[in-house]
């Protein structure tokens, strides 16, 4: 089982929009998700929960934060990151097929990453006195899609336990990220008016 993180920042940070920020390994406490640099065993660092009947948990999150804004038009990053000290992995469970049902709940972590910034694009001109409230529901739902559809996933793959299953959500979970794939960029550009 993992939580979302739900929260909302609105900062402006120097950084072009049109990029797509780098995964982490360094000394971050987060490591955003890169396809061609997954998660790995190392990177689950949180104290683990002896008497949680899960094997290991994840702790995903999505954030939002306005990162430029110029006439009229505001960029608003859309951040999908692994918390690798509020993640855990038991002694003896570490195998690749377990590594492999986790990886792909930080996979759907993206999936929805990338909805969220198809969602807000999706609204032509945001209401600049509305702004935050407008971007807090859209949040909101995608959050709670989101939830739903990791509950989901874990319920049906019974956390890995069931092969079958497990191979038709990697499959459909691939997918998706291909589907969407119009959306891996690390900002949504939104028009504001009055």
Not at 73 to 102: A, C, I, Q, R
Not at 141 to 148: A, G, I, L, P, V
Request: charged share 35%.
């Amino acid at each position: 089982m993992l939580y979302f993180k739900y929260f909302i920042p609105i900062s402006i940070l120097l950084f072009s929009a049109s990029e797509k920020l780098p995964a982490k390994r360094d000394n971050s406490s987060r490591i955003s998700w890169d396809i061609n640099n997954q998660i790995e065993w190392k990177d689950f660092k949180g104290r683990v929960k002896k008497t949680s009947p899960l094997d290991a948990y994840t702790m995903l999150g999505i954030s939002v934060e306005i990162i430029g804004q110029k006439n009229g038009k505001v960029d608003m990053g859309v951040f999908g990151y692994f918390e690798k000290n509020k993640s855990w992995v038991k002694p003896g469970e570490k195998t690749n097929h377990l590594l492999s049902h986790e990886r792909k709940h930080f996979d759907l972590c993206e999936v929805f990453r990338r909805k969220l910034i198809k969602n807000l694009e999706a609204s032509k001109t945001y209401n600049y006195d509305s702004f935050s409230d407008e971007i807090e529901k859209i949040f909101n739902k995608n959050f709670e899609d989101y939830t739903k559809e990791q509950e989901r996933y874990d319920e049906e793959t019974h956390h890995s336990q069931k092969i079958e299953s497990q191979i038709k959500w990697n499959k459909f979970i691939s997918k998706e990220l291909l589907r969407l794939k119009k959306y891996d960029k690390i900002a949504a550009s939104l028009n504001i008016g009055d």
